[in-house]
């Protein structure tokens, strides 16, 4: 019955990759979080001990940080300039609603990391725009553009759609990200109608 248990923790653990290190000298589980303090068999599933002195050295999040956020019924239209990027927010920087988060914070219509490794962020904006406006859309860290770009032309004043799925590896407790759009053919703004936006850490 021992080693069948183990079997089964090893397959969960090869499905489900959320790996974190407890840092630390001791290995004990309050190092990897000393505010919220993750519980074994709550919180967090045994991955490795040491093996001298069994103290855990490797955990995995049961519940690994994510968060999920959307806005709809929206009019809100920035002033845009020109290939200048914009933030997908309103004046006050609460256009989003918050739905919920787990081990990340969001805030100001940005989210901020509080766990390290690798994200999967996907977003799906519905907007308006005027006709022959070209846009381009991004996930910014720290106030610089990531990687990918996304595209869109709009051709009528109506309610199109636009998907942005980014993977961001490496990222660390601190990290602020945000959505931008731009408009790289005129000044004309976009109006926001509704958005959904969910980031998960894949793996630390």
């Known amino acids: 019955m021992r080693y069948l248990t183990i079997i089964l923790l090893l397959f969960s653990l090869s499905v489900f990759s959320q790996s974190v290190k407890i840092d630390g000298p001791t290995g004990l589980v309050s190092d990897l979080d000393t505010a ?26 049961i519940n690994p940080p994510h968060g999920k956020f959307f806005f709809h019924d929206s ?82 004043v109506d309610v199109g759609n636009v998907s942005v799925p980014v993977y961001l590896d490496d990222l660390v407790a601190g990290d602020d990200l945000t959505f931008k759009i731009r408009n790289v053919a005129s000044n004309d703004d976009p109006t926001f109608v509704s958005c959904s936006w969910v980031i998960v850490r894949i793996h630390i």
């Open 75 to 156: 009019a809100v239209t920035p002033d845009a300039t020109q290939n200048a990027w914009e933030h997908v927010t309103n004046p006050t920087k609460s256009l989003f609603i918050l739905v919920d988060t787990m081990r990340l914070s969001f805030d100001g219509d940005s989210v901020t990391i509080q766990y390290p490794g690798d994200y999967l962020i996907i977003i799906s904006l519905s907007f308006s725009g005027t006709a022959t406006d070209s846009w381009e859309f991004a996930i910014f860290k720290n106030g610089a553009k990531t990687t990918v770009t996304i595209d869109r032309t709009t051709s009528q």
């Open 36 to 61: 919220s303090n993750p519980v074994l068999g709550t919180d967090l599933v045994i991955i490795g001990r040491s093996g001298i002195s069994k103290s855990v050295i490797f955990a995995d999040f």
